[in-house]
């Protein structure tokens, strides 16, 4: 034993040294290159153009040897049927790779196949039936290794895409890597590292491209294989990559898919022969075998081991536009971005890409597209000719799969005509101020540039702001512009001249109508025109300082604001201040005070749904849908016959409640009012009541909150096992619990069924939590 420790020893820096070249090395070598079709329903496509094979697909492969190549090898395609079955000897195919008028392998996929593999074994020894019986004898693992090999080959397609872009911008255009380097990694899902970025221009393509084979992401990588199987030489490389001089914690993504068929393959290892795995790499039309070790052409001989396709139905693409907003198909460069799409950027799986094209007058076109991974998405073919479009408002990618037509993600485009745009609402515009301009009617993405001049041939050139599809927003610098004719030049991508939109500037004479103010507010309301000129009012010793500006179609309003409410005999003549310090004066009227009322009652009476279980509402709740009798007391003087009482939600204005329509009744100083439910779907929300009294408005006060309620109309609560509730609208239910404070069953958003199981509650009634009041325990009964 003591003699061996020396060979132990050397077998030990051997098989680091082996790790550390296989760490710098992984899937680095190349291998052999093959060239296979597959024809399906008469048509021919390379390997490297089929995602998936089926059963019925015809294979036509070869090896591409050089012609001195001295070492045979046997083409081998062995069709796998899952883990537990093996395949019949008949559906292993194998040619004499070496002979130049026998090396063509023809072959069908077998019907029931779900895995294919390629081998190449060596001529000497008996290599084809080394690999049936390898096969045959432990499918699955085979199974297993060309999932992973698969996986790993598409990995690899993505870091191989990426490395060759960053070296082609390099070499051609290194100031573009700052922006073109992240796309490139989004697009073909590959680790940055933004802090290459930083280095000097020529260090940066190095410096994104070493480590290699830790760039790639989602390599989904595992322990699983490596804990299924033992093997004397495997487990003492296992326990030598473990060391921190054999790399532990340093293994690439590749490294990894290695250590884990190699142990798969460690268990067929033999004095004849080992198995060496390989990625199967695009070349063009054809396949070159990337491997992770040297192949051995002694015993034990390497047979390798590289993935086919997987067999069965190819699922469609399921990209999505990644363009936050629409994109302008005349934009010189325009790309379409799209996510989830690393596939469609590293293999050549995709064929006749073009976008069908949705006119807005309801045509229909398609135009051809190419993949762009340095953008990140898809741009027009080279020469493409729109002038025949008219308006376009959306596009669907369309095109092929491999064999499979795939029709979508949409995509959202945009094209217009010229003359579309029109000014909002009309083309006359004030002058003396900046002025708000909406413009609307044509495809917003393809705005290039605004500008504006005037009759004296003074230019400015406009930002703007898109506001929707087919409008935008600019504003239009007028604060010395004198009034009279206005041009709107609008540059739209691809047009060769700018669109002309014509306005007419205006002076909107300095008004000022009306001051009205409540008796105890602290706010009124300035009307008038041009009131940005406003810079402050006075009303006897109250000083009203500006503050919110709505302009509307029959001029301005500005809200003004003192410190103290004002009292009814205060001065009715208000003197107003303008920027340039001018004074005028404008007429004021202190109104009655806003009316305000007491809530003293309220009832709400609901049509009982038969054969429903009452659900018991707490005060402030009442059900959508209900008609409402509630009682107040006015402030102040009672109601007249001319005065209303106003009902709404938080959102939608209610209906008006009068005398003369009999909704309102006096009994003494106290008025009841009966609001009916409005035609329709209840609705739901905080219903709030104000008085309108003299013409005076009074504020919105509170009155209840409508809830949507379900009919329950069964409760089992067996003695043991969940309960059971049925009934119609129990979407309206947010959740269940067996008390009030209780932790509530949570119904699935989106549910639409009729019945609901939650665990028996404590005791004889269980409590719901609607959507439409998720903070008020509502109580159902259990039948006794």
Known sequence: MARMLPFLFAAFLLLIADRADAQQNAFDLAGPELSITV?????????????SLRGGDRLRATARFPADQSARYRLVIAFLRGATNPPPRDWFYEVRAWHPKKNLLDVTVPQGAEQAMLFLAPEAGGGFAAVLGAVRGRPGIFVRAAQDLHQASLDRARLDAFVAAIGRIGDTAPERLVTAAPIL?????????????????ALQSACLTQSRDALVLQAQRGTTLTETLTGTPVDLAYRVAATPEGGAGYYSPYIGLARDVARLFGAFRSAQYQYLPALTLNDGADIRLQLNAAPSFQNPRSVLVAPLPPIGATPPPVWRSAAPAAV??????????LDDASLLFATGYARDLRLAIEGADGTTATLPVVVDAEQGGLRLAEGTDLTALGPVDGATLQGSWGFDRFDGPRLPVQLDRAGAWRPQPDGFVVVGRDHPLALRGGASSCIERLALRDATDGNWSLSWKTVGADEVEAVLPLGRVRPGPLTLSIGRHGAATPDTVRLTGRVEPSRLD????????????????????????????????????????????????????????????????LRDARTASVGATIAPSRPTAKLLD???????????????????????GATLTFSFRPAGAPLGDRDAVEVATD?????????AAGTLQRVGDIVVATLAPPPGAPI?????????????????QPLARAVRLPAVTALECPQTGDCTIAGRNLFLVAGIAGTPDGTPTLVPPGFVGTSLALPSPAKDAVFLRLHDAPDVPLRVAIPK
């Open 185 to 201: 990694a989004n697009a073909l899902r590959i680790k940055l590292n933004a802090e290459c970025l930083t280095r000097q221009r």
């Open 39 to 51: 024809t399906r329903a008469g048509v021919e496509l390379p390997i490297t153009a089929v995602p």
């Open 602 to 624: 309220l009832d709400a009476t609901i049509v009982p749904v038969p054969g429903a279980a009452p659900i018991a509402l707490p005060d402030g709740l009442v059900p959508a």
């Open 684 to 700: 739901a929300g905080r219903l709030r009541f104000r008085l309108i009294r003299d013409g005076a408005t009074g504020d919105w």
């Open 651 to 659: 959102q939608d204005a209610g209906p008006r409640l009068t005398f």
């Open 328 to 337: 302008c198909l005349a934009r010189p460069g325009a790309v379409l971005p």
């Open 514 to 577: 009306r001051f009205v103010v409540h008796a105890g507010d602290r706010s009124g309301m300035l009307d008038g025109a041009r009131l940005d000129q406003v810079t402050r009012l006075d009303l006897g010793t109250h000083r009203f300082m500006p503050g919110a500006l709505t302009r509307g179609p029959d001029g301005d309003q500005l809200e003004m604001t003192t410190d103290r409410s004002l009292e009814p005999d205060d001065a009715t003549k208000a003197t107003v201040t």
